[in-house]
Nanobody
Framework: QVQLVESGGGLVQSGASLRLSCAAS????????MAWFRQAPGKEREFVAH????????YYRDSVKGRFTISRDNAKNTVYLQMNSLKPEDTAVYYC????????????????WGQGSQVTVSS
């Protein structure tokens, strides 16, 4: 059974940092692209960051560029999202996902999802 499990969320003040982890089990994702999405209350799920299978290429939504960094450790079957300079508008449930189709930023391109990790940033 394939599982993605996120961890590392929490409640922090504006300007703080958090690192999210996404551990995969059930199969190896070392040859596959992965991404992070987020969903705030009352809003649609939105793309945050993407990383290729080897980590050589990354892609971010504009609002997190320069603050967030996606990375991976294929030996541990784990993907990370380092979030610095957090803002209240970053408050959301964060999900990691496995990409199986072409479009990087569309949730429809992802087949496996984690259960989500809550990130709350207070002002």
């Amino acid at each position: 059974q394939v599982q993605l499990v996120e961890s590392g969320g929490g409640l922090v003040q504006s300007g703080a940092s958090l690192r999210l982890s996404c551990a995969a089990s059930g199969r190896s994702f070392s040859n596959d692209a992965m991404a992070w999405f987020r969903q705030a209350p009352g809003k649609e799920r939105e793309f945050v960051a993407h990383i290729t299978w080897n980590g050589y290429s990354t892609y971010y939504r504009d609002s997190v560029k320069g603050r967030f960094t996606i990375s991976r450790d294929n030996a541990k079957n784990t993907v990370y999202l380092q979030m610095n300079s957090l803002k209240p508008e970053d408050t959301a449930v964060y999900y990691c996902a496995h990409r199986n189709r072409v479009s990087i930023s569309s949730p429809l391109s992802y087949d496996y999802w984690g259960q989500g990790s809550q990130v709350t940033v207070s002002s």
